[in-house]
């Protein structure tokens, strides 16, 4: 099976900017959460949806959103960028019978 | 607030020798306890998840244990390479179904 993939890998915007990112699960999990990764913060929690809503929000401003389409992709979307939003972007799908987080490549984001 | 740790931040040891980390967890009701590894700008890769029913569990050279009631869990690498350099993180997931990460140890084998 595939893994986990993400697009783009690199971005570079301005601050003031939107964003959006984009996530494909493996194939047959219906779950997806999102991550934010930065040296100061270490890894947080974003959201989770599943089947096409949100089951879980992580403390983040209501700047970053998301959402998931009945093919079990999700994007994330960040408006108004910050230069404080530059980090890794790790979305993750869940074997639910395994229990297992299967991680994508991230999404480096740089806000200028 | 759930909060994970692990000790120590960084280990540097020579190639060969046997090594542990560890990650102390606060949520005395964890589902299960996930140790990954990422290498330097990649995404995790997923090492060994432990349910909260379980001790311990065994892949290849590694070995993770699990004790719910102290809060802790440990990853031993057996005979260590220079290709296990990477940043070792474990992340437990209770009730709220999110992994909580720790802020991983950072380990370089040295050949």
């Known amino acids: 099976k595939a893994g986990v993939t993400q697009t783009p890998r690199y971005l570079i915007k301005t601050r003031g900017q939107q964003v959006t990112l984009s996530c494909s699960p493996i194939s047959g999990h219906r779950s997806v959460s999102w991550y934010q990764q930065t040296p100061g913060q270490g890894l947080q929690f974003l959201f989770e949806?599943?089947?096409?809503?949100?089951?879980n929000k992580g403390n983040f401003p209501g700047r970053f959103s998301g959402r998931q389409f009945s093919n079990s992709r999700s994007e994330m979307n960040v408006s108004t960028l910050e230069l404080g939003d530059s980090a890794l972007y790790l979305c993750a799908s869940l074997d639910s019978g395994t229990d297992t987080q299967y991680f994508g490549p991230g999404t480096r984001l740089t806000v200028l | 607030k759930q909060e994970v740790t692990q000790i120590p931040a960084a280990l540097s040891v020579p190639e060969g020798e046997n090594l542990v980390l560890n990650c102390s967890f606060t949520?005395?009701?964890?589902?299960?306890l996930q140790w990954f590894r990422q290498d330097p700008g990649k995404g995790l890769t997923s090492l060994l998840l432990i349910q909260s029913s379980q001790r311990e569990q065994t892949s290849g050279r590694l070995n993770a244990s699990l004790d719910k009631s102290s809060g802790r869990s440990t990853l031993y690498i057996a005979a260590s390479q220079p290709g296990d350099s990477a940043t070792y993180l474990c992340a437990s997931r209770g009730a709220t179904n999110k992994l909580i990460f720790g802020t991983g140890t950072l380990l370089a084998v040295q050949p």
């Open positions: 949520d005395s009701a964890i589902y299960n």
């Open positions: 949806y599943f089947s096409e809503t949100q089951r």
